[in-house]
């Protein structure tokens, strides 16, 4: 069954390429009118970043005591960033898939799950930083649009969501179980057309294991390495972002800087497309225009930016689709 989702996943990446053809030659065009330098510099960077990435994902994994090699980190991180791009549903279809992914490795699903949901909460957590610091920009400069303040928003409530869901789990865990043992026996609706509704105790034994899993938080010393694997992050792509403006010979400011990189990853994260393709580069330009950037250079850094940004990690994504479906055990928990 996972072959077959792999065997879907590529063709997917099949025709992720066929359509996008003509923004690849296009960017190929335009990187070779840009400072070899300043662009070798930004794919370094861009590099950089990816191997952090994967030691921000390996060491969200340890706080769950999972013994993933690092390797096999990479290829489930390199999985989840091609299938976000390939596959309708972005994150959500590369989650899905590293869960998987991680089941079949023998990877118990409760904390595979938990890892991920850790993972992003992170990112996101230390994204919300950077995103902050622009809003305030924007506002104070009077050049925030309501679609901004609307995706902020959004973030805000998921990420507060998020916390909210991690907190009732942590402090108390008995109104999780009391809503698996609710959905074993069907809702009232349910209950009243099938009374022979039931999981089998099925959806209490997932919980209490999710449960147990996010047990490992309260006592764990180990947040400081992912907490900082993800500051970086953050750090590493903006770096990437401003080489891309000095290859055009087109330095801006820090706030300038920081800003257009916080529209981007917003529509990034909030948009319904996969890898916010197609709503991105509009916001981001758009930003970048009105921060006083010319739009023809506002418009060549961000196709070259997100080029390098999402691009690089699908091509390599490729080969870790085909490692990850191969049969193999990975010895996991203590």
Not at 137 to 155: D, F
Not at 309 to 315: K, N
Request: charged share 15%; glycine share 8%.
């Amino acid at each position: 069954m996972f072959r077959i989702l792999v065997g879907l996943l590529i063709l997917l990446g099949l025709a992720f390429v066929a359509t996008r053809l003509t923004e690849g030659r296009q960017l190929l065009e335009v990187l070779g009118r840009g400072i070899p330098f300043w662009i070798t510099i930004a794919l370094i960077l861009e590099a950089l970043l990816r191997v952090n990435q994967i030691m921000f994902f390996h060491a969200v994994f340890q706080l769950f005591e999972v013994r993933l090699r690092f390797t096999k980190a990479a290829q489930l991180l390199l999985v989840n960033l091609f299938t976000s791009v390939a596959a309708p549903g972005g994150t959500l279809s590369g989650t899905a898939v590293v869960i998987a992914a991680c089941m079949r490795q023998g990877i118990d699903p409760a904390r595979a799950m938990i890892a991920n949901f850790v993972y992003f909460l992170i990112d996101y957590t230390a994204f919300g930083l950077i995103l902050a610091g622009a809003v305030v920009y924007l506002a104070q400069t009077q050049r925030i649009h309501a679609y901004e303040i609307l995706a902020t928003v959004l973030l805000a409530a998921l990420v507060a969501g998020m916390f909210t869901l991690l907190t009732v789990a942590l402090l108390r865990p008995r109104v999780l179980q009391r809503l698996g043992r609710r959905l074993e026996t069907g809702p009232a609706l349910l209950r009243r057309f099938r009374p022979d509704y039931s999981w089998d105790g099925r959806v209490t034994a997932w919980i209490s294991d999710l449960v147990g899993a996010l047990q490992r938080l309260r006592h764990h010393r180990g947040l400081v390495r992912p907490v900082v694997s993800a500051l970086v992050f953050q750090t590493l792509a903006i770096l990437t972002l401003a080489s891309v403006f000095l290859a055009f010979q087109h330095p801006v400011s820090a706030a300038v800087l920081i800003t257009g990189y916080a529209v981007g990853k917003l529509f990034t994260i909030i948009s319904i497309t996969p890898s916010g393709i197609g709503f991105v580069e509009g916001a981001m330009s758009g930003a970048f225009v009105s921060l006083g950037v010319p739009l023809e250079t506002a418009v060549v850094v961000v196709l070259v930016y997100r080029g390098i940004d999402v691009w690089l990690p699908f091509l390599v994504g490729v080969w870790g689709v085909r490692v990850v479906a191969r049969p193999a055990v990975v010895r996991n928990q203590m």
